[in-house]
């Protein structure tokens, strides 16, 4: 397969995600090249023929902005600053998303704003394709000046320091520079500002969680498809009319994907004795519809900052203007992040809702979902299970974002905490596969009381590919073996 070029293209998210599944090269193409050159070509001539001090230039960093450096010494003062920022802490990120930090990173300096040399551009697309992945703390960063920390963890290969992951090894990057007879860089004016300021870590796990958020949402549809015949729900509240009423796009979609699952399910269209379903049933197009059309906003945000030059101070070659403004602030992605974290977070709070009641003894359903209820507990501890998870996501929902700490002495004393906010929501994705596996697990146990009614072809199939993992249980076993097949089944679904 082709390269994927980088040439100054507005990138759009669902390219990110092939190039990042595929595992595709990446190579920058000839406009971006002279965007680069001709952008450090600008600054070199600046910084030659002019005394004007310029932030992290040919001065100090955060509240040392007003110390003058030398010339002599800008080199030294670049290498200090990656050195000095590596201050990550707590466990290492996992490698997909420190790769998609390196690939929006070298997207942010291909637009030809930053200063940088081609030579560093191209370290990093060298050190991107041969997969030699530096080691990135999660902890470290304010989500302000950049993600400082992260970035610096992710940089310090270029100069010759730190460790990265290589063919499956944590090994000195010295080692595996040698291997391909590479010498670490010394980075020019500005470099190491225009690497360290920036919002690729914030931005990389957004991009990882609006990917897994999209497709589970669409798969939790199916699961709660399949938790509807379970209890025998009744069709009426997902009919087109009644949801077209309400205006919002979102709930007209999930009314329409959970009808079209459905179709041809003889459990979903026949006459039922109740009058009415609890709200996590009857109320799924609203609760799943407002979590689509908050991800479809975030989606438009995390694309735009994708395109964006997020590092500080800027280059404008054709105005002749160095800016030190604010666009490494994350309050952008802090916002989103959070409010992720909560619209995925409420798609695991109405599931658990749903599971509460399939074991509940009620419609014709034995308690807790077992034979011989008393002698064996079923499903009951499931439930708890997932309650507590739920629990723990509404913790996690304390937004990150309305949090600031005054720091560098002052000089930066708003900070956006957007790392926080999307480590934070890593953890609610993967607690909402959790969710979404037991609820999937409880549903398919609760479906068999209502055979030989069927439900529709795709709930069938899907229970006959679950099966082949996960058994109907007839006495009580050990649940937890279960419960996390049921997971790995829903994040591979």
């Not at 600008?42 to 960093?61: D, R």
């Not at 003062?77 to 466990?91: P, Y």
């Not at 055979?451 to 993992?469: G, M, Q």
Request: charged letters at 20%; aromatic letters at 6%.
């Amino acid at each position: 397969m082709k390269n994927f070029v980088i040439n100054g293209q507005h990138i759009s998210l669902k390219e990110i995600e092939k190039v990042i599944n595929s595992d595709l090269r990446i190579e920058l193409g000839k406009n971006a090249q002279n965007a680069i050159i001709d952008c450090r070509n600008y600054l070199e001539n600046k910084i030659a023929t002019s005394k004007e001090l310029h932030y992290g230039i040919n001065t100090g960093f955060g509240a040392l902005c007003n110390t003058a450096i030398s010339n002599e010494d800008l080199a030294k003062l670049q290498r200090n600053l990656v050195l000095s920022h590596a201050c990550g802490m707590g466990e290492f990120i996992p490698k997909r998303i420190v790769r998609l930090m390196m690939l929006l990173k070298i997207i942010s300096l291909s637009h030809g704003h930053s200063g940088i040399q081609k030579e560093t551009v191209d370290r990093l697309i060298f050190l991107y394709n041969e997969k030699i992945t530096p080691l990135v703390f999660e902890q470290g960063s304010l989500g302000a000046s950049g993600d400082l920390a992260p970035l610096a963890h992710l940089s310090l290969p270029l100069i010759g320091e730190g460790d990265v992951i290589f063919k499956e090894k944590r090994v000195s990057c010295i080692s595996v520079l040698k291997l391909y007879d590479k010498k670490p860089l010394v980075l020019g004016a500005k470099e190491g500002l225009a690497l360290l300021n920036g919002t690729q870590f914030m931005c990389a796990f957004a991009i990882d969680c609006i990917i897994k958020s999209n497709k589970l949402w669409h798969n939790w549809n199916k699961i709660a498809s399949l938790s509807l015949d379970a209890y025998a729900c009744k069709s009426e509240s997902f009919l087109p009319h009644p949801n077209e009423i309400r205006k919002q796009s979102g709930q007209i979609q999930t009314a329409k994907e959970i009808s079209s699952i459905l179709k041809g399910s003889d459990l979903f269209t026949n006459k039922k004795e109740h009058v009415q379903d609890p709200y996590s049933f009857r109320c799924i197009p609203q609760v799943h519809g407002a979590t689509k059309d908050s991800l479809n906003h975030f989606a438009t945000i995390i694309e735009n900052e994708i395109n964006a030059v997020t590092d500080n101070p800027t280059i404008f070659v054709e105005q002749d203007q160095i800016i030190s403004g604010g666009n490494f602030h994350g309050q952008p992605l802090a916002l989103i992040l959070d409010f992720m974290a909560i619209s995925m977070a409420e798609m695991g709070n109405i599931s658990e809702r749903r599971i509460f009641k399939l074991i509940s003894g009620t419609r014709n359903l034995p308690p807790f979902l077992i034979s011989n209820p008393g002698l064996n507990s079923g499903f009951m501890i499931s439930q708890y299970t997932c309650a507590s998870i739920v629990s723990q996501n509404k913790q996690l929902c304390t937004p990150a974002s309305i949090d600031s700490i005054d720091s560098s002495n002052g000089q930066e004393d708003h900070v956006s905490m957007g790392a926080n906010a999307a480590t934070k929501l890593f953890k609610v994705i993967d607690n909402c596969h959790t969710i979404a596996g037991i609820e999937l697990f409880i549903a398919a146990q609760a479906i068999e009381y209502r055979r030989p009614e069927k439900s529709s072809t795709i709930i069938e199939d899907l229970l006959k590919d679950f099966r082949k993992l996960v058994p109907i249980v007839e006495e009580d076993v050990l649940m937890a073996s279960l419960q996390r097949k049921a997971k790995s089944f829903v994040e591979k679904l």
